[in-house]
């Protein structure tokens, strides 16, 4: 065992674009009768400073990061309040006008651009930070507010909002719950919707729910708020939200250790876990293949091993008594050496130190300026299936493209697996033949084609691969319930 860290890097994470999907009928709105002013009518709702139309419409609010098509809407709103939202929705629901919400526009899903005949709706006027509430450790706040905004706020109260992802500078938290966002430290904090306390959201037809409040313990029939979280703007728009906050933690202790098998992977989360308990906060991997595109085409990653290790871990753990949590961490991979679980590993020792090894798992994002447009998946798996399934995912891959560079990595903590290929100038255009690649065996192992990123329409044909079809009936049955004229995000999870 060795300790210490070489090289410089800076912290950053860039998802890059998913194929372009060439449109087909279903992926039209629904046909719509627009009475003469009913767009009007709608800007007199928000005023001069609420709607943008024409060429004032930014690229911003009809492109999102997919890049899947850059259809100009005709109207853009930009309500300042939920009383607006209100409004907006109950004159659309009666016009049969379909409405495309919209947050910071980062999905990775194509969900939020919007398909011919929608208005966008953003909610990037509504953002503020409503009350910080040291007592019930909660923060009310509007769906605008970029998450980044978020943390450093509870930050400055000796707090911590857990949820943080790549994007968190531009990403509001409205688009993270109507995503289910995940992130880096759901083993140790949960998904996004283990973050909420309650929340405030709009029906199609412009009905305000208010389950806004700070109860922790709420047993009062069905938990309301979570009808909207996940749901990706199909059930109704999220407009405010009580978010739980956490004690900032006091301790950071960050390793990367080296292995040569994906048992001695399982073997270390299962001995991490039962050493370190809830302090454990991120268990991250990279198969060789990634570790290799980032020491090869990631300049400020600055890689701490050789890269002859089948797999490269980074544990994170996180406590409240920085004296003796420090050493907890160590007595864990010493421990873990013994066993034979770790072949090399090296700690950070300072703060600067965490940030670099940190900016090593974050560059398997970073890796596309140097390869080429890289096809990119998210997908859950049962830990005990995934080295079965890099194994078997690479063998398919090269069968039909022997030239193929892919690269695994993910929260192997929570389950949730990375995937990235590019298989030469075609990649894009194949798109449809890697997903059913990729997909065709999260089915076999019964997986989920999503585990963070939601379904929009780039996942939309594979939604049946991971949901059976009795479940899928229940969603269209709330659908139909929430928005029977089908007027909030049509065509997106399901047509």
Known sequence: MHYGVRGPGITALCYHARPRIEPDPIMTSQAVSVTPDLFERLKEIVGPAGYRDGDDIEPKNYQDLMEDRAIRPPLLLRPASTGEVSAILALCHAAGQPVAPQGGMTGLVSGAAPLENEICLSLERMNKVVELDPYTSTMTVEAGVPLQIIQEQ?????????????????CTIGGNLSTNAGGNRVIRYGMTRELVVGLEAVLADGTVIDNLHKLRKNNTGYDIKQLFIGSEGTLGIITRAVLKLFPRPASQAVAMCGMGTFRQVADLLVHAQARLGANLSAFEVLWQNTYQLVDAHVPHAS????????F???AESMGSDEATDGELFL???????????IEE?????????????WTVRDAAAEIAPGVGYLHTYDVSLNVADMGYFGEEVERRLREKWPEAILGLFGHIGDGNLHIVINVGPDTRSLHLQLDEVIYGLIRELHGSVSAEHGIGIMKRPFL???????????????????DPRGILNPGRIFT
């Open 154 to 170: 509870a930050d400055a109260e000796g707090l911590l909002f857990p949820l943080d992802l790549g994007a968190r500078g531009s």
């Open 303 to 310: 890689v701490p091993l050789p890269d002859s290790h089948a």
């Open 345 to 357: 590993v090296v700690v950070a020792d300072s703060p600067g130190k965490i940030k670099k090894l």
């Open 331 to 341: 007595d864990m991979l010493d421990e873990a050496s013994r066993k034979d679980l």
């Open 464 to 482: 049946p691969y991971s949901r059976s079809r009795n479940e899928i009936e229940l969603m269209r049955n709330l659908k139909q319930s929430l």
């Open 312 to 314: 490269y871990v980074l």
